[in-house]
């Protein structure tokens, strides 16, 4: 397993951008996919964003299309997502995310190894 931990959170008017980080340490040799996940209040964990080892193949929720956009940096082991155009309901505890097997995925089940999350608050 990998330990991930998020940054870049913090409260934005609607309209603007935001940028997030997952750091990755521990068994960073071993290739794996990226995701990003996140959480509102009363609501189930739903995915974002996903991106495949290598960085050539991206996933989005149709929710983010157009707005967010996820990348990797494989020599600093970090996995970004840049937030843009953010609405309100964009408001949750956001969760970086690394499944160890298989392909590209937005299927929660399939990572293996979760950040803590960072609370990412947009204000109308």
């Known amino acids: 397993q990998v330990q991930l931990v998020e940054s870049g959170g913090g409260l934005v008017q609607a309209g603007g951008s935001l940028r997030l980080s997952c750091a990755a340490s521990?068994?960073?040799?071993?290739?794996?996919?990226m995701g990003w996940f996140r959480q509102a209040p009363g609501k189930e964990r739903e995915f974002v964003a996903a991106v495949s080892w290598s960085g050539g193949s991206q996933l989005s929720a149709d929710s983010v299309k157009g707005r967010f956009t996820i990348s990797r940096d494989n020599a600093k082991n970090t996995v970004y997502l840049q937030m843009n155009s953010l609405k309100p309901e964009d408001t949750a505890v956001y969760y970086c995310?690394?499944?160890?097997?298989?392909?590209?995925?937005?299927?929660?089940?399939?990572?293996?190894?979760w950040g803590q999350g960072t609370q990412v608050t947009v204000s109308s």
């Open positions: 995310a690394a499944a160890s097997s298989g392909s590209i995925t937005s299927v929660r089940s399939r990572y293996d190894s």
């Open positions: 521990g068994r960073t040799y071993s290739p794996y996919n």
